[in-house]
């Protein structure tokens, strides 16, 4: 599936790797997000077509991203993407983020996928990224926090983080897919706001329904 304009290779090469999957929550959790609720809808109605007025559970469930991108947004994921700001595991928000991710992290795999438990750290550890809770939920957006060395006295020594944005040209793939969404949001009201005009019973009929 080609979905970007661009003609390079290496970003053909990432899609076929399964960029587009974070790509696309990453969008719809920022630029996106007032999108999402027609997006979910559309795709609902297409399964529902396509199976004529019958879903298979499974199928709808993973064709929906409304439920994760909340549970992101919960967990407030878009605050570890301030670039300068750095960060410990025992900040205090990130013993508050830890918390609130190990309370919800039955919700956590069934709609994101990836297993949280008590014995994670809030960030991660320098040569095992995958024990570290942030970077397991950013890796979803395909995103992660660099380590930039260790702060403290030798024998109390911490782990320092912080975000660099990536070089990956994800901007200029947002841009694009902004302005087809606004397109199409416009090209609704457009087509909402004839049907109202040419049908004056139209309104009280779908008011009625």
């Given amino acids: ?35 999402l609720t027609n997006r979910d809808a559309k795709r609902a109605k297409a399964q529902l077509e396509a199976g004529e007025n019958s879903i298979w559970k499974p199928d709808f469930n993973k064709g929906q991203l409304l439920p994760a991108v909340l549970l992101l947004e919960n967990l407030n994921l878009l605050q570890f993407l301030t670039p300068d700001v750095q960060l410990r595991g025992s900040d205090e928000k990130m013993l508050e983020f830890k918390a609130l991710a190990v309370q919800h992290r039955h919700v956590i795999k069934n709609y994101l996928n990836v297993t949280i438990s008590e014995k994670h750290t809030p960030i991660a550890f ?79 009929f779908c008011e009625v329904g």
């Fill in 1 to 35: 599936m080609v979905l970007f304009s661009h003609k390079k290779s290496d970003l053909v090469e990432r899609d076929d790797d399964g960029w587009y999957p974070q790509l696309r929550m990453h969008y719809y959790l920022t630029l996106g997000r007032e999108f």
């Fill in 126 to 204: 320098p040569l095992r990224v995958a024990e570290g809770i942030a970077q397991k939920l950013l890796a979803k957006i395909d995103l992660k926090l660099n380590y930039v060395g260790r702060l403290g006295k030798r024998e109390n020594r911490e782990c320092v983080y912080q975000f660099v944005a990536p070089d990956d040209q994800r901007d200029s793939i947002f841009g694009q897919w902004l302005n087809r969404d606004e397109l199409f949001q416009n090209e609704l009201v457009s087509v909402s706001n004839n049907i109202s005009t040419t049908t004056p019973g139209a309104t009280r």
